[in-house]
């Protein structure tokens, strides 16, 4: 079965500190790739997608995230992160194949930034 | 104004009752999902809709229905036998895009509903 790992769940940092969070999943075929934002009060909203092409993919708000195929990975980075960041941010994935429409998402992972 | 509307924000009901949750699109997308979103768990996928009149059980169907007789529209039904009702419920729709036989779409949400069952 389809899965999707998001191994930190909470993190916390001071802001203008360099953010990584990390997002694995499990499946052979070909992925469409996404990171989603929930900014506290705030509908959930997409950051960015990976459907093919160039494997460094850039979002709003300078987030960045690289696909790693070979690790079945597809981290978020952001160089310097800002108090206005703060939120909860899921990973999800979903199989390429025509006629699937099914999203896995990962449990997600609260980021608090201390101003 | 595009978008995706769930009502109400908050609603409350009696254990035992069932309850009609609403979800509206004017995007013109034709998939809509429902999720449920509990701490700890991220969003878990209930119910899905390809396409008017038809729809797919997600990973935890059972408790939940659903109808699609309308595009726009695709309200989800927590009744008596979900054993665990209470959570936040988000509704989502995505366009119907094919490219080279590969499904590429984004799923845009809406505002979500709390349900408190008492």
């Known amino acids: 079965a389809q899965s999707v790992s998001q191994h930190n769940h909470h993190v916390i940092l001071s802001e203008a500190a360099s953010l990584e969070l990390g997002c694995n999943y499990s499946?052979?075929?070909?992925?469409?790739l996404f990171w989603y934002v929930q900014y506290p009060g705030q509908h959930l909203q997409l950051l960015l997608k990976?459907?093919?092409?160039?494997?460094l993919v850039k979002g709003i708000k300078g987030f960045e995230a690289e696909f790693i195929k070979s690790k079945f990975s597809f981290n978020l980075r952001k160089p310097s992160v800002q108090w206005s960041d703060t939120a909860e941010y899921f990973c999800?994935?979903?199989?390429?194949?025509?006629?699937?429409?099914?999203?896995?998402f990962g449990t997600g992972t609260r980021l608090k930034v201390l101003a | 104004d595009g978008g995706i509307t769930q009502s109400p924000k908050y609603l409350f009901r009696k254990e035992g009752q069932n309850v009609t949750l609403s979800c509206e699109q004017n995007?013109?997308?034709?998939?809509m999902y429902w999720y449920r979103q509990d701490p700890g768990q991220g969003l878990r996928l209930i119910y899905y809709?390809?396409?008017?009149?038809?729809?797919q059980k997600g990973d935890i169907a059972e408790g939940y229905s659903v109808s699609r007789e309308k595009k726009e529209s695709f309200p989800l039904t927590v009744t008596s036998a979900q054993k665990n009702p209470t959570a936040f419920y988000l509704c989502?729709?995505?366009?119907?895009?094919?490219?080279?036989?590969?499904?590429?779409?984004?799923?845009?949400f809406g505002p979500g509903t709390r349900l408190t069952v008492l």
């Open positions: 809709s390809q396409i008017v009149n038809d729809f």
């Open positions: 499946y052979g075929g070909t992925v469409n």
């Open positions: 995007l013109n997308h034709d998939a």
């Open positions: 989502a729709s995505s366009p119907r895009r094919v490219d080279s036989g590969f499904i590429t779409d984004t799923q845009y």
């Open positions: 999800a994935v979903r199989a390429g194949a025509s006629g699937t429409y099914k999203y896995i």
């Open positions: 990976y459907f093919s092409g160039d494997p």
